[in-house]
Protein backbone atom coordinates (compact mmCIF):
# COMPACT_ATOMS: atom_id res chain seq x y z
CA UNK A 1 0.00 0.00 0.00
CA UNK A 2 1.37 3.29 -0.80
CA UNK A 3 2.04 5.80 1.62
CA UNK A 4 -0.31 8.52 -0.35
CA UNK A 5 -3.67 6.83 -0.35
CA UNK A 6 -6.15 8.46 0.98
CA UNK A 7 -8.46 6.41 3.40
CA UNK A 8 -11.51 7.49 2.85
CA UNK A 9 -13.45 4.93 4.87
CA UNK A 10 -10.93 5.87 7.70
CA UNK A 11 -11.59 9.90 7.37
CA UNK A 12 -15.32 9.48 6.75
CA UNK A 13 -15.90 7.46 9.70
CA UNK A 14 -13.76 9.82 11.70
CA UNK A 15 -15.99 12.94 10.98
CA UNK A 16 -19.06 11.10 11.49
CA UNK A 17 -18.13 10.70 14.95
CA UNK A 18 -17.62 14.13 15.39
CA UNK A 19 -20.85 14.99 13.99
CA UNK A 20 -22.41 12.78 15.91
CA UNK A 21 -20.82 14.19 19.02
CA UNK A 22 -21.63 17.85 18.14
CA UNK A 23 -25.09 17.63 17.03
CA UNK A 24 -26.05 15.27 20.49
CA UNK A 25 -24.54 18.19 22.67
CA UNK A 26 -27.05 20.24 20.79
CA UNK A 27 -30.20 18.07 21.28
CA UNK A 28 -28.59 17.70 25.03
CA UNK A 29 -28.11 21.27 25.58
CA UNK A 30 -31.78 21.94 24.03
CA UNK A 31 -33.49 19.28 25.46
CA UNK A 32 -32.16 20.40 28.83
CA UNK A 33 -32.92 24.32 28.34
CA UNK A 34 -36.33 22.72 27.68
CA UNK A 35 -36.42 23.63 23.82
CA UNK A 36 -36.97 27.70 24.66
CA UNK A 37 -38.14 29.77 21.81
CA UNK A 38 -34.89 32.54 22.56
CA UNK A 39 -33.18 29.10 21.17
CA UNK A 40 -34.76 29.86 17.49
CA UNK A 41 -36.13 27.65 15.28
CA UNK A 42 -35.41 24.32 14.99
CA UNK A 43 -33.96 22.79 11.48
CA UNK A 44 -36.77 20.11 11.36
CA UNK A 45 -39.36 18.24 13.47
CA UNK A 46 -39.05 14.72 14.30
CA UNK A 47 -42.02 13.20 16.19
CA UNK A 48 -42.81 16.83 17.47
CA UNK A 49 -39.12 16.97 18.56
CA UNK A 50 -37.44 19.88 17.76
CA UNK A 51 -33.73 19.19 15.99
CA UNK A 52 -31.37 21.85 15.50
CA UNK A 53 -28.20 22.23 12.88
CA UNK A 54 -25.35 20.75 14.66
CA UNK A 55 -22.97 23.20 15.16
CA UNK A 56 -25.92 25.46 17.27
CA UNK A 57 -24.62 24.55 20.23
CA UNK A 58 -21.63 26.42 19.81
CA UNK A 59 -23.80 29.34 18.68
CA UNK A 60 -25.59 29.32 21.99
CA UNK A 61 -22.75 28.29 24.32
CA UNK A 62 -21.17 31.84 23.52
CA UNK A 63 -24.46 34.03 23.68
CA UNK A 64 -26.20 31.80 27.02
CA UNK A 65 -23.40 30.51 28.55
CA UNK A 66 -23.74 32.99 31.32
CA UNK A 67 -27.70 32.17 32.19
CA UNK A 68 -26.70 28.24 32.36
CA UNK A 69 -22.98 27.36 32.40
CA UNK A 70 -23.44 23.83 33.88
CA UNK A 71 -25.65 22.97 30.80
CA UNK A 72 -22.96 24.12 28.57
CA UNK A 73 -20.35 22.37 30.24
CA UNK A 74 -22.45 19.24 29.68
CA UNK A 75 -22.76 19.81 26.19
CA UNK A 76 -19.04 20.54 25.78
CA UNK A 77 -18.19 17.09 27.31
CA UNK A 78 -20.40 15.65 25.21
CA UNK A 79 -19.03 17.15 22.00
CA UNK A 80 -15.58 16.49 22.92
CA UNK A 81 -16.30 13.07 24.04
CA UNK A 82 -16.74 12.83 20.16
CA UNK A 83 -13.67 14.52 19.37
CA UNK A 84 -11.72 11.39 22.30
CA UNK A 85 -13.42 8.66 20.77
CA UNK A 86 -12.83 9.64 17.27
CA UNK A 87 -8.56 9.94 17.63
CA UNK A 88 -9.19 6.44 19.46
CA UNK A 89 -11.02 4.67 16.39
CA UNK A 90 -8.68 6.46 13.90
CA UNK A 91 -5.38 5.10 15.60
CA UNK A 92 -7.07 1.83 15.95
CA UNK A 93 -8.05 1.56 12.61
CA UNK A 94 -4.34 3.04 11.59
CA UNK A 95 -2.71 0.28 13.81
CA UNK A 96 -5.23 -2.71 12.39
CA UNK A 97 -4.28 -1.56 8.90
CA UNK A 98 -1.02 -1.91 9.77
CA UNK A 99 -1.22 -4.89 11.03
CA UNK A 100 -2.91 -6.46 7.76
CA UNK A 101 -0.16 -4.72 5.28
CA UNK A 102 2.83 -7.05 7.59
CA UNK A 103 0.38 -10.21 6.96
CA UNK A 104 1.24 -9.88 2.97
CA UNK A 105 1.87 -13.38 1.44
CA UNK A 106 2.72 -12.01 -1.97
CA UNK A 107 6.43 -11.15 -1.84
CA UNK A 108 8.21 -13.28 -4.11
CA UNK A 109 5.40 -14.42 -6.11
CA UNK A 110 5.54 -12.86 -8.86
CA UNK A 111 6.97 -14.17 -12.47
CA UNK A 112 9.21 -11.52 -13.97
CA UNK A 113 9.82 -11.45 -17.34
CA UNK A 114 8.25 -14.71 -18.83
Not at 19 to 34: E, F, K, M
Not at 71 to 88: D, H, L, R, T
Not at 97 to 111: F, M, P
Request: with cysteine; aromatic share 20%.
Amino acid sequence: MSATKILWGQITLVFTIVLVAVWASTQWTAWRLGYQSQLGPPWFELAHVPIYFPPTFFWWWYAFDAYAPSIFVEGACIAASGGFISIGVAIGMSVWRAREAKNVATYGSARWAT
